[in-house]
């Protein structure tokens, strides 16, 4: 059964066009193309709706995935936004095909993208459906049913569905019922609109007028040609379209039914009884008519049995038809039911969404009355606090609009996460005012705490706040000249790579600072935000951390084992975020840790943090760690740099208690290997040579265990033991050795001992 649609109902329906990314985005280009032809003109809402999978399970930083079960909601939450976020991307190539036209997007979750875009029909109440088909029916086969014919197959009796191929269209039109309900042209023909009507078959006429049976009063071709007997196809003039029309049926009961079996039989009889009684007539004048007149009278009778099969024919197929309609008028019976089930679940959804609606906005006025109450306290406090403070001063909003040329564009730097950053001169001092967005009043509370602990807290590896408006929701800090630490591992901004020292050293200041604040009296700090973007570097590249916003303070120190503070709402950045505080909400200072391990295996091999750790892992275990270093610096440390990963490895495990303590063990241990890399570039920059013999002739460095191999030359043990257990030649010379053992040359190793000692010396004089 085919809807007719006038012009009126086309203009006033919501078309939505079903599209996908990757393979299948050809599909969807041509499906967005011929809607935007023939549809979108005509439409007052246009969607494009692309189906995401459900998910269930999230990577991890360590590059493991993780069931969503085991993590929090808002984690879930973060990553499903995000992914949301990079599937609109998808939709944009979409939407310029449209024109001009405004577009809506909307992306939907399921497992099924059929089911996903089939229930979003029925709850939106879309009334035009169009999808990319594919025209390869072999491929259809071997994967089994696909997206379209599935839509096609499912889709609501209200609902238009038009699926988009390379040669041909395929639509089911709403209220449309048969075995094989699709109206399929060839699509090269489609460029226009028009409405045609079917006539009733002549044969029925000329039958039933032959027998005396008036054909408006004939109950059969009443129930042939009753109802609105209109298909709707698409083609232009001089067009060859094939369109398979469904009429729409009146309602027949079975009263009906015993009247039409009645007269038809009747109708039958009568026609029987006139064929027989010709027949018995010509038998018994037989002797008495003419050759010719017995042909024309055989001639007369053959006719009457063809018009009699003929009639016969009509009948039954009459009766097919009585059938079908009697089955199409309890499908119609039993859709105007669920009709009315639906209006009515709709009805009992508009008024759950309407109660939810309520009981938002009541949240949101008592949490904004928290927000003023709170807000109202810390700045009683704040204001207290600059009465008596040395270090910072507070600005008016004069003072700030005018250093800012009223927050001009030229003078922004950076955005953060609620707010903008500004670049100008207070008090004849280059620094960096960050602003709160208008937009984000609601975190008024987050910029009055990050006042109160900035003002509270100094150290040299800490931003020094120097200011705050109050009035404006600004902060004034230090300006840090060369960045930060993220736009120098990516270059961006022109930045250049950073050496290998200065990367040690940063490592080692970052280190400081979070000792500082995880020791903080009477309570420690945790910073929960710790990424390269928040690490700061002056002219000097001396490092700072910043951002410490979403900095807790809590109450005390308590074991490993214990609780610290949990929240629901998780803070922070997804892939430098304590596992264990993902999982539990729990916050510790050994969370900051984590992401200071992650920072550091960035700074060794300059990559994105997603399944760092794992990478690393594999090289150390494999011997291939010098090939996972960033191929930016060419002079890397190798002992100093794999000690360097091995410690950044053992703070990013996944639980707290098995990371080391920042003071007590870290902290040394960065030391030890600054310290080393201070004295190789000491080497370097006074040009101390050792004498060649020194060396390692694998290894190319200065040997600290020499051993004699058999062929003469002396290697440092480590790497003449490796060499041997692969090869039986010399490493200098190529030629084979006599055997594979190995002594310890005591008098070179003393030699170059003294060197060192004499080296150290002389360099702690200049």
């Given at each position: 059964?085919?809807?007719?649609?006038?012009?009126?109902?086309?203009?006033?329906?919501?078309?939505?066009?079903?599209?996908?990314?990757?393979?299948?985005?050809?599909?969807?280009?041509?499906?967005?193309?011929?809607?935007?032809?023939?549809?979108?003109?005509?439409?007052?809402?246009?969607?494009?709706?692309?189906?995401?999978?459900?998910?269930t399970s999230i990577p991890s930083p360590s590059g493991e995935r993780v069931p969503v079960d085991r993590l929090g909601k808002d984690v879930v939450e973060m990553y499903v936004q995000d992914l949301k976020s990079k599937a609109q991307q998808v939709l944009f190539p979409f939407r310029e095909l449209c024109g001009t036209r405004n577009v809506e997007t909307l992306v939907l979750e399921g497992e099924?993208?059929?089911?996903?875009?089939?229930?979003?029909?029925?709850?939106?109440?879309?009334?035009?459906?169009?999808?990319?088909?594919?025209?390869?029916?072999?491929?259809?086969?071997?994967?089994?049913?696909?997206?379209?014919?599935?839509?096609?197959?499912?889709?609501?009796?209200?609902?238009?569905?038009?699926?988009?191929?390379?040669?041909?269209?395929?639509?089911?039109?709403?209220?449309?019922?048969?075995?094989?309900?699709?109206?399929?042209?060839?699509?090269?023909?489609?460029?226009?609109?028009?409405?045609?009507?079917?006539?009733?078959?002549?044969?029925?006429?000329?039958?039933?007028?032959?027998?005396?049976?008036?054909?408006?009063?004939?109950?059969?071709?009443?129930?042939?040609?009753?109802?609105?007997?209109?298909?709707?196809?698409?083609?232009?003039?001089?067009?060859?379209?094939?369109?398979?029309?469904?009429?729409?049926?009146?309602?027949?009961?079975?009263?009906?039914?015993?009247?039409?079996?009645?007269?038809?039989?009747?109708?039958?009889?009568?026609?029987?009884?006139?064929?027989?009684?010709?027949?018995?007539?010509?038998?018994?004048?037989?002797?008495?008519?003419?050759?010719?007149?017995?042909?024309?009278?055989?001639?007369?009778?053959?006719?009457?049995?063809?018009?009699?099969?003929?009639?016969?024919?009509?009948?039954?197929?009459?009766?097919?038809?009585?059938?079908?309609?009697?089955?199409?008028?309890?499908?119609?019976?039993?859709?105007?039911?669920?009709?009315?089930?639906?209006?009515?679940?709709?009805?009992?959804?508009?008024?759950?969404?309407?109660?939810?609606?309520?009981?938002?906005?009541?949240?949101?006025?008592?949490?904004?009355?928290?927000?003023?109450?709170?807000?109202?306290?810390?700045?009683?406090?704040?204001?207290?606090?600059?009465?008596?403070?040395?270090?910072?001063?507070?600005?008016?909003?004069?003072?700030?609009?005018?250093?800012?040329?009223?927050?001009?564009?030229?003078?922004?730097?950076?955005?953060?996460?609620?707010?903008?950053?500004?670049?100008?001169?207070?008090?004849?001092?280059?620094?960096?005012?960050?602003?709160?967005?208008?937009?984000?009043?609601?975190?008024?509370?987050?910029?009055?705490?990050?006042?109160?602990?900035?003002?509270?807290?100094?150290?040299?590896?800490?931003?020094?706040?120097?200011?705050?408006?109050?009035?404006?929701?600004?902060?004034?800090?230090?300006?840090?000249?060369?960045?930060?630490?993220?736009?120098?591992?990516?270059?961006?901004?022109?930045?250049?790579?950073?050496?290998?020292?200065?990367?040690?050293?940063?490592?080692y200041e970052v280190a400081c600072g979070l000792t500082f604040l995880h020791g903080n009296k009477p309570e420690p700090i945790v910073h929960r935000d710790l990424k390269p973007a928040n690490i700061l570097l002056n002219r000097n590249y001396v490092s700072k951390i910043g951002d410490v916003g979403l900095a807790k303070l809590l109450s005390d120190v308590v074991p490993d084992g214990l609780t610290?503070?949990?929240?629901?709402?998780?803070?922070?950045?997804?892939?430098?975020?304590?596992?264990?505080?993902?999982?539990?909400?729990?916050?510790?200072?050994?969370?900051?840790?984590?992401?200071?391990?992650?920072?550091?295996?960035?700074?060794?091999?300059?990559?994105?943090?997603?399944?760092?750790?794992?990478?690393?892992?594999?090289?150390?275990?494999?011997?291939?760690?010098?090939?996972?270093?960033?191929?930016?610096?060419?002079?890397?440390?190798?002992?100093?740099?794999?000690?360097?990963?091995?410690?950044?490895?053992?703070?990013?495990?996944?639980?707290?208690?098995?990371?080391?303590?920042?003071?007590?063990?870290?902290?040394?241990?960065?030391?030890?290997?600054?310290?080393?890399?201070?004295?190789?570039?000491?080497?370097?920059?006074?040009?101390?040579?050792?004498?060649?013999?020194?060396?390692?002739?694998?290894?190319?460095?200065?040997?600290?265990?020499?051993?004699?191999?058999?062929?003469?030359?002396?290697?440092?043990?480590?790497?003449?033991?490796?060499?041997?257990?692969?090869?039986?030649?010399?490493?200098?010379?190529?030629?084979?050795?006599?055997?594979?053992?190995?002594i310890p040359n005591h008098s070179l190793r003393l030699a170059i001992q003294e060197w060192k000692s004499h080296v150290a010396f002389s360099t702690s004089w200049n």
């Amino acid at each position: 059964m085919m809807a007719v649609f006038t012009g009126d109902e086309t203009a006033a329906a919501a078309v939505a066009v079903a599209v996908c990314g990757g393979r299948g985005a050809g599909r969807s280009r041509r499906a967005v193309r011929w809607a935007a032809e023939h549809l979108v003109p005509h439409a007052h809402r246009v969607v494009l709706v692309h189906v995401i999978r459900a998910v269930t399970s999230i990577p991890s930083p360590s590059g493991e995935r993780v069931p969503v079960d085991r993590l929090g909601k808002d984690v879930v939450e973060m990553y499903v936004q995000d992914l949301k976020s990079k599937a609109q991307q998808v939709l944009f190539p979409f939407r310029e095909l449209c024109g001009t036209r405004n577009v809506e997007t909307l992306v939907l979750e399921g497992e099924n993208p059929a089911a996903a875009l089939l229930e979003y029909v029925s709850i939106s109440g879309t009334k035009n459906l169009v999808l990319g088909y594919s025209s390869f029916r072999f491929r259809r086969i071997l994967k089994g049913p696909d997206v379209p014919t599935t839509v096609l197959k499912f889709s609501p009796d209200y609902c238009n569905i038009f699926a988009v191929s390379r040669r041909k269209l395929i639509m089911k039109f709403a209220n449309q019922v048969s075995d094989d309900p699709s109206i399929s042209t060839h699509i090269q023909t489609i460029k226009g609109k028009l409405f045609v009507q079917r006539r009733r078959n002549p044969l029925f006429d000329a039958v039933f007028s032959l027998y005396g049976l008036e054909v408006g009063n004939s109950p059969i071709l009443s129930l042939l040609t009753g109802g609105t007997l209109h298909s709707r196809a698409l083609s232009e003039p001089s067009s060859s379209i094939s369109v398979r029309s469904f009429e729409t049926l009146p309602s027949i009961g079975g009263h009906e039914e015993g009247e039409l079996n009645n007269k038809n039989y009747g109708f039958l009889a009568s026609i029987k009884y006139k064929t027989s009684f010709m027949f018995h007539s010509s038998r018994k004048n037989l002797q008495d008519v003419s050759p010719a007149e017995v042909s024309n009278s055989r001639k007369e009778s053959q006719n009457i049995l063809a018009m009699y099969d003929q009639v016969c024919d009509d009948l039954v197929h009459a009766k097919k038809k009585f059938q079908s309609l009697s089955s199409e008028y309890s499908e119609v019976e039993k859709k105007l039911k669920n009709g009315l089930e639906r209006e009515k679940v709709l009805e009992a959804i508009k008024e759950v969404e309407e109660a939810k609606q309520v009981s938002v906005k009541e949240a949101q006025h008592r949490h904004k009355a928290e927000l003023v109450r709170i807000s109202s306290e810390l700045s009683k406090t704040i204001d207290g606090y600059f009465l008596n403070s040395k270090w910072c001063r507070r600005y008016s909003k004069n003072e700030i609009e005018v250093a800012t040329d009223n927050f001009s564009e030229a003078k922004k730097i950076g955005e953060g996460g609620c707010g903008y950053v500004y670049k100008c001169n207070l008090d004849h001092t280059l620094v960096a005012v960050k602003v709160l967005r208008q937009d984000a009043r609601d975190k008024e509370a987050e910029f009055l705490r990050e006042v109160k602990i900035l003002s509270q807290i100094h150290h040299p590896h800490l931003v020094l706040l120097l200011g705050v408006c109050l009035e404006s929701g600004c902060l004034v800090y230090e300006y840090m000249e060369n960045g930060s630490l993220d736009d120098h591992l990516f270059n961006r901004d022109g930045k250049r790579p950073l050496p290998w020292i200065i990367r040690f050293r940063i490592l080692y200041e970052v280190a400081c600072g979070l000792t500082f604040l995880h020791g903080n009296k009477p309570e420690p700090i945790v910073h929960r935000d710790l990424k390269p973007a928040n690490i700061l570097l002056n002219r000097n590249y001396v490092s700072k951390i910043g951002d410490v916003g979403l900095a807790k303070l809590l109450s005390d120190v308590v074991p490993d084992g214990l609780t610290e503070y949990r929240e629901t709402i998780l803070a922070g950045t997804f892939f430098y975020m304590d596992p264990e505080y993902q999982r539990t909400g729990t916050v510790r200072p050994k969370s900051d840790l984590y992401a200071w391990g992650v920072i550091a295996l960035q700074l060794l091999t300059g990559k994105n943090p997603n399944g760092l750790i794992v990478s690393m892992e594999n090289a150390i275990r494999g011997g291939t760690f010098s090939a996972v270093l960033d191929q930016s610096v060419k002079d890397w440390p190798l002992a100093e740099a794999e000690r360097l990963a091995k410690l950044a490895l053992q703070c990013s495990r996944l639980t707290c208690r098995e990371r080391p303590d920042l003071d007590s063990e870290v902290l040394p241990e960065l030391e030890d290997i600054l310290n080393k890399g201070n004295a190789i570039i000491n080497l370097k920059k006074h040009n101390i040579d050792a004498p060649k013999h020194y060396f390692c002739p694998i290894l190319m460095e200065i040997m600290d265990d020499p051993y004699v191999a058999a062929d003469g030359y002396t290697y440092e043990h480590k790497a003449i033991r490796a060499w041997l257990e692969k090869y039986d030649i010399s490493p200098v010379n190529k030629i084979r050795l006599p055997h594979t053992s190995i002594i310890p040359n005591h008098s070179l190793r003393l030699a170059i001992q003294e060197w060192k000692s004499h080296v150290a010396f002389s360099t702690s004089w200049n």
